[in-house]
């Protein structure tokens, strides 16, 4: 399964370090997790809904990022209310069932948040991402159309 990312370069490493000091949608401070998306399009759309719409002082070291992952994602349910999104997460993670758990994602509900449990032991075989070079102001730059 083939699962993409899109974060700062300094984020790149799959350890979940981020959502454990701060949390994240799908669970609480102090339980890691590494959030992915199951297309290049979603992992676009989920950050550019945090950044500023002039997108004026972003910052301009994005990657883009994907890894191929063998192993078959846990259906969690979707929920609407913040406070049950973060126990049937953090009610995942602490099983260690599954390396994998898919929801289906908010901002665009065809795809879904793919989500790894890096204390998971599968996780050591999960390949580093491969990136690119991503600039928000050359992806939604309107062309310039010539006569």
């Known amino acids: 399964m083939k699962l993409w990312r899109l974060t700062r370069a300094p984020y790149l490493a799959l350890d979940g370090s981020g959502p454990e000091k701060h949390g994240a949608r799908w669970v609480s401070p102090g339980r890691p997790v590494v959030n992915f998306a199951s297309e290049p399009g979603l992992a676009v759309l989920v950050v550019l809904r945090y950044l500023p719409h002039d997108l004026a002082g ?17 259906r969690l349910p979707f929920v609407a209310d913040p406070a049950d999104k973060r126990r049937i997460g953090d009610d995942w993670l602490a099983s260690g069932r599954t390396l994998l758990a898919a ?16 204390r998971h032991p599968d996780a050591a075989s999960v390949p580093a991402l491969q990136t690119r070079p991503f600039d928000f102001r050359e992806c939604l730059k309107l062309p310039d159309w010539q006569d």
């Open 58 to 74: 972003i910052d301009e070291d994005y990657r883009l990022g994907w890894t191929e992952i063998d192993a078959t994602p846990e």
């Open 103 to 118: 929801v289906q994602s908010a901002v665009l509900p065809e795809a879904d948040v793919v989500m790894m449990n890096p």
